[in-house]
């Protein structure tokens, strides 16, 4: 969205890395940026109403509270099928992510991704039979490619200004 | 971020409860965290301080606005390659030098390492995929979202 101006810049660039653990944190940046909190306020708020702010909150580390087993699960769909059945894979509550992406045919025949989390491959696994099950004959072939190791993480990062 | 589950006594009832009531949003008021630890029977205070803890040990790994590059005018594309075996730490350098790499897993596949790019133009995907493949002689494969689907999931804490 280009309507962005200089300040909201400024404010994402301020709150990206996470907000202050204080008491009034929307006072503290909007020290930090010349502004009042009542505008920090009302700034965050219209960039969520945006939809450029999905949401404010915690993000658990899913690794720490035990959920170990990182599996990204894809499945060749139809088409046309992929687009009725993908908001039912996307509502399972333990698919992480779901979308629906390009095929890179011949090296990769797979068009909608879930992601999976669970405590073990085992449990992983058994996540994964519940899709195969929804998929049905829709599906005409599947994979599920583990995590091995992270080589990178950082946050999204958004030059300032 | 740590990949080390934490001992099972680290967290008591009411870190778990903070833990899955805030994955679902946090106020936008002048005193958010006196309104959000109120539902939960705490002041203010008491919830800054379990937060400044769960962060420490590592429970959380983020805590504030989740943006999204997209809106924002920029985009993001999960991408894949093939490293050769013998050559895969020095293929990650590579990846993993651009600023415009998030994220990047080794996987159990053919495709064996999975990668994120997030670039503020859109035009800044196609430009960096094709400077790694210049640097590593491998073909980048781009899986750019075409349609993401609702989303129920939350950590059960």
């Known amino acids: 969205m280009s309507d962005l101006d200089q300040t909201d810049r400024r404010l994402i660039a301020a709150t990206q890395a996470g907000l202050p653990l204080t ?15 009542a505008q920090v306020i009302y700034r965050l708020s219209a960039l969520q109403d945006l939809g450029i702010i999905r949401r404010i909150a ?18 060749d769909v139809e088409d046309a099928q992929a687009e009725i059945l993908g908001p039912e894979v996307g509502a399972l509550d333990f698919v992480s992510h779901c979308y629906l992406r390009p095929r890179a045919r011949p090296v990769w025949p797979y068009n909608l991704f879930a992601m999976l989390h669970g405590t073990s491959r085992a449990e992983v696994e058994q996540k994964r039979r519940v899709i195969r099950d929804l998929l049905g004959p829709a599906c005409r072939s599947d994979d599920i490619l583990y995590s091995t190791r992270i080589l990178k993480k950082t946050g999204l990062r958004l030059r300032d200004g | ?13 009411m870190d778990r409860q903070i833990l899955n009531r805030l994955q679902d949003g946090f106020p936008l ?3 958010p965290f006196d309104d959000a630890a109120a539902p939960l029977g705490l002041t203010g205070d008491q919830l800054i301080e379990r937060l400044s803890r769960l962060r420490e040990i590592g429970a959380i790994t983020r805590f504030g606005p989740f943006f999204d590059a997209a809106a924002m005018g920029g985009d993001f594309c999960l991408c894949a390659l093939t490293a050769p075996q013998g050559d895969f730490d020095r293929i990650a350098d590579l990846v993993n030098a651009h ?3 998030a994220h990047n897993y080794a996987r159990d596949h053919e495709l064996n390492m999975w ?12 430009e960096t995929a094709a400077r790694i493949e210049a640097e590593t002689g491998l073909t980048v494969w781009r899986f750019p979202k075409l349609q ?7 950590v059960q804490a």
């Open chain 2, 99 to 101: 600023p415009e790499v």
């Open chain 2, 115 to 126: 990668f994120v790019l997030a670039t503020p133009t859109p035009e800044g995907i196609a």
């Open chain 1, 23 to 37: 008491a009034r944190p929307y006072a503290q940046i909007a020290r930090d940026l010349n502004l009042t909190e």
């Open chain 2, 1 to 13: 971020m740590s990949r080390q589950t934490l001992a099972p006594d680290a967290l008591d009832a």
């Open chain 2, 29 to 31: 008021t002048p005193h």
């Open chain 2, 148 to 154: 993401e689907f609702f989303i129920g999931f939350r």
């Open chain 1, 58 to 75: 915690v993000a658990p580390n899913h690794y720490a509270l035990g959920m170990t087993a990182n599996g990204m699960s894809v499945w």
